[in-house]
């Protein structure tokens, strides 16, 4: 059963950098497309980065040029590194395989001062 775990999200500054991790289990990261997605009170769950099999990473508008999308195969891990955090940056993260299939608990990041 395919399971994704993430974590590394908290509280920072703006201005400040955070790592997130998505650990995992009954699927292998290496062959499918991964995406991240935030979800803030209110608003719909927006796709915010995407890496796909052979390595082509994709960003929304508004994170393009702070935040990085990666993968550990060896590690069957996918990373969000965050920089120049934003306030508009907070929300719950969440990761997720290409076709989207169950959600798991995210972890919340928080921008504030």
């Known amino acids: 059963q395919v399971q994704l775990v993430e974590s590394g999200g908290g509280l920072v500054q703006p201005g400040g950098s955070l790592r997130l991790s998505c650990a995992a289990s009954?699927?292998?990261?290496?062959?499918?497309?991964m995406d991240w997605y935030r979800q803030a009170p209110g608003k719909q769950r927006e796709l915010v980065a995407r890496?796909?099999?052979?390595?082509?990473?994709y960003y929304a508008d508004s994170v393009r040029g702070r935040f990085t999308i990666s993968r550990d195969n060896a590690k069957n891990t996918v990373y969000l590194q965050m920089n120049n955090l934003k306030p508009e940056d907070t929300a719950v993260y969440y990761c997720n395989k290409v076709p989207s299939g169950t959600w798991g608990q995210g972890t919340q990041v928080t921008v504030s001062s």
């Open positions: 890496i796909t099999s052979s390595g082509n990473t």
């Open positions: 009954g699927i292998t990261v290496s062959i499918y497309a």
